[in-house]
């Protein structure tokens, strides 16, 4: 009982100290000098999604789709997706496996819109898959989302939510390895 009374006002003023350290660390990083900027375009800077829509769900999965428009003169590649709406965002192809039946899976490489095309994500073709979900997606509400490409640049989009009946495509793998990946 004594014990703890003592060591309380020697705690605080080294906490205090701690503190102020990490601050000047902090502030110390900021004035690093960063790598020069590569001449080519930044893909962020010609890549838009059009049209783009997310699936009303109240837990477990969804996917937003639209079109992945790049108005560069180089291809680009999505390298990987985030969203506070979902724990695991990833870039998927739907395909069909050896039994003929139609499965989803990761793009490994990502997302690569063509030089001055677009890329469509559509229900059983490309889409965002957002797995484990960080609450119910309502129809009316918005969802933003994050595209980092492999040039490191990032572009920020927000997408309605809309209820649709369809895109309840099978994860390859089956149910078995979907649940062990949502349990993670
Ligand atoms: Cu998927």
Known sequence: MKGTAVNTSKTLPRL???IAVSLLALTGCSNETTP???EAVAASDVVTIEDAWVKS????????????VNSGDEDVTVVSITSEASAMVEPH????????????RKIDAGFIIPAGGELELAPGANHIMMMDLTG???AGSEVSLTLTFSDDSTYEFSAPVKDYAGAEENYEGGEEDMDMDMDQ
Not at 60 to 66: E, I, L, N, R
Not at 99 to 104: H, K, P, S
Request: glycine letters at 10%; aromatic letters at 4%.
């Open 16 to 18: 205090a100290a701690v």
């Open 36 to 38: 020069a900027e590569p």
């Open 57 to 68: 769900a109240d837990e477990g999965m969804s996917a937003t789709f639209g079109t992945l």
């Open 93 to 104: 192809e739907t395909v069909e496996n050896d039994a003929g039946e139609m499965v989803m």
């Open 136 to 138: 119910p997606l309502t």
